[in-house]
């Protein structure tokens, strides 16, 4: 990868979450990034700090949600910024499904994400 991140970065980096490959999908991290989750006690949601620590959280949605899923996602990188859409799609083990638009807003630096504020509708799950 250059020093630059492209918008088809991104798309294989989706392809690697969709595969469930933290290797493919944490190649595009910068070793001190942060990851603000779409949900949490915060006006934020939840601060993961650190490459380890969020390809643990990310390890941690598929083994919850073996079907874990981010479909029709597109993405656009200007300078610094990055932006990805996506259909969010998972099923938990007691049967209930997430399908939910979202978005992730991404800063970079070196090529690198150093910041993923990942947001999702609110929308509630429902039994598969």
């Not at 690697?16 to 006006?43: I, L, P, Q, S």
């Not at 949600?65 to 610094?80: I, L, N, P, Q």
Request: hydrophobic share 40%; with cysteine; glycine share 10%.
């Amino acid at each position: 990868m250059s020093g630059t991140l492209t918008a088809q970065d991104l798309s294989d980096t989706f392809d690697a979450f969709n595969r469930h490959d933290v290797d493919g999908v944490m190649k595009v991290f910068a070793g001190d990034c942060v990851f603000y989750t779409v949900g949490g006690d915060e006006v934020y949601g939840t601060k993961i700090e650190g490459s380890e620590a969020i390809a643990k959280a990310f390890s941690g949605v598929w083994a919850a949600m073996k079907d874990a899923h981010w479909d029709h996602h597109s993405h656009f990188v200007h300078g610094d910024r990055a932006v990805s859409e996506w259909t969010f799609s998972g099923t938990d083990a007691d049967g209930m499904r997430v399908e939910a638009q979202g978005a992730d807003l991404f800063t970079l630096r070196d090529g690198k994400i150093i910041v993923k504020q990942a947001l999702r509708k609110s929308r509630p799950p429902f039994k598969a």
